[in-house]
């Protein structure tokens, strides 16, 4: 591949990329192998946010890839960190519409869960991939919104990649809740930086040297660009090349999946 080296480490989505739902993409193991044998780090960052990362852990060794917890960051960490760098977590009550890969991370910083119908004061609402959404867990976020409390969101994507085809995200439940609130959330996954910066630090590896992997462009290239760090899209998940014409930005590199990924750092 054309110009692909100066490659000091790797920031890796994982939805699309390495998965489509429980089942791997072809070459997964190879991938990784590879990325072993030339001694180049990477951070698994996902949008994700709804399963932990030691769940990620035990997921990618049942496709038979061994890897540390610390190379892993979801949105849910992302989330919990950006936050608890802003609120004193012990004094800050928290409404969540999530699953175990949001919500540990915040309790894990030291945060107060409400509960699922809590309608006592709350200072943040967070919403993240919730695979149980209801009717009511929606009324309680809107609620607490429309009374003050500040509104982020782990991440935006509209849809998941997966073996069943395109399924509505953690964006979905956004747009329902913005319509009804009429407040935006602060987004910590991609497309904004926050997320890539976080990996960043965790790589400790110069921005210049580390390539960015996703497959979609509105959230992995695009936080990429805004990052300042070069990108690899690969076709194996939701975006395609033909899309890249609409755009006023774009990856480095265009690839069709990680075995071409794989050969290119081979060679």
Sequence with gaps: ??????????????DGVLWHGDRALPGLAAFFDTL?????????????????????VSKLSGMLVEIDIQEILTSGMATALYLSERYKPSATRVYVIGSA????????????????????????????????????????????????????????????????????GNGAALAALTAATGVVPT?????????????????SVAPEGVVAIGDRLDTDILGAV?????????????????????????????MQDIRELTEALRQ
């Design 226 to 254: 805004r990052t300042g760090i070069r990108s690899v899209l690969v076709l194996s998940g939701i975006s395609r090349e033909s899309d890249i014409q609409a755009l006023d930005y774009g990856p480095t590199w265009v």
């Design 101 to 168: 890969g949001l919500r540990q991370p915040l309790l894990d910083k030291g945060f107060i869960l409400a509960g699922e119908n809590d309608l006592e004061a709350v200072q943040l609402v967070v919403s993240g991939l919730d695979k149980t959404l209801t009717w009511e867990k929606l009324c309680t976020a809107a609620l607490h919104i429309q009374a003050g409390a500040g509104f982020y969101a782990s991440n935006g994507d509209v849809t998941l990649p997966t073996e069943r085809g395109f399924l509505p």
């Design 1 to 14: 591949m054309l110009g692909f080296t100066d490659i000091g480490g790797f920031i890796i989505d994982m």
């Design 187 to 203: 987004t910590i996954g991609k497309p904004a930086p926050i997320i890539y910066q976080q990996a960043l630090t965790l790589l």
């Design 36 to 56: 072993r044998d030339l001694k180049l780090p990477f951070v698994l960052a996902t949008n994700n946010a709804s399963i932990t990362a030691e769940q990620y």
